[in-house]
């Protein structure tokens, strides 16, 4: 069972305009500190990735397969001058913090551009 245990997040109304729930700090946040993107890793172009379609604008590229998140990094939206980055370490995948964020900021991440191309209705 996956279940999403770190505390320092909160979902509320984002700041994106169309963009739905956002997820925001629930604490300040510093450089270097990172949420560890929980989910589900399915290979490309596998059956449960053309299964999975619906949360394609959501998947997160770790390797040659895609991690679809489930826990608080599934609400990160696009943001152009993101606070946050990817890092992968193997088969875990974490937003990083790549300046302060302070508490009750919303949490930003760059999306590939591929995905902002294909999803672009979705991103803010």
């Given at each position: 069972?996956?279940?999403?245990?770190?505390?320092?997040?909160?979902?509320?109304?984002?700041?994106?305009d169309?963009?739905?729930?956002?997820?925001?700090?629930?604490?300040?946040?510093?450089?270097?500190d990172?949420?560890r993107?929980?989910?589900v890793l399915?290979?490309r172009?596998?059956?449960?990735?053309?299964c999975?379609?619906?949360a394609?604008?959501?998947k997160?590229?770790?390797?040659?397969?895609?991690?679809?998140p489930?826990?608080?990094?599934?609400?990160?939206?696009?943001?152009?001058d993101?606070n946050?980055r990817?890092?992968?370490?193997?088969?875990?995948?974490?937003l990083?913090?790549v300046?302060?964020v302070?508490?009750?900021?919303?949490?930003?991440f760059?999306y590939h551009e591929y995905?902002?191309?294909?999803?672009?209705p979705?991103?803010g």
């Amino acid at each position: 069972m996956l279940s999403e245990l770190d505390t320092r997040f909160y979902i509320a109304a984002s700041t994106v305009d169309g963009a739905g729930d956002g997820l925001f700090a629930a604490e300040p946040l510093r450089i270097g500190d990172r949420l560890r993107v929980i989910g589900v890793l399915v290979d490309r172009d596998s059956a449960a990735d053309r299964c999975t379609d619906f949360a394609d604008a959501h998947k997160i590229r770790v390797g040659n397969s895609l991690l679809i998140p489930v826990g608080w990094a599934a609400k990160v939206n696009h943001h152009h001058d993101p606070n946050t980055r990817k890092v992968v370490d193997g088969d875990d995948a974490f937003l990083e913090v790549v300046r302060p964020v302070a508490k009750d900021e919303e949490i930003f991440f760059r999306y590939h551009e591929y995905a902002t191309n294909r999803f672009s209705p979705k991103c803010g």
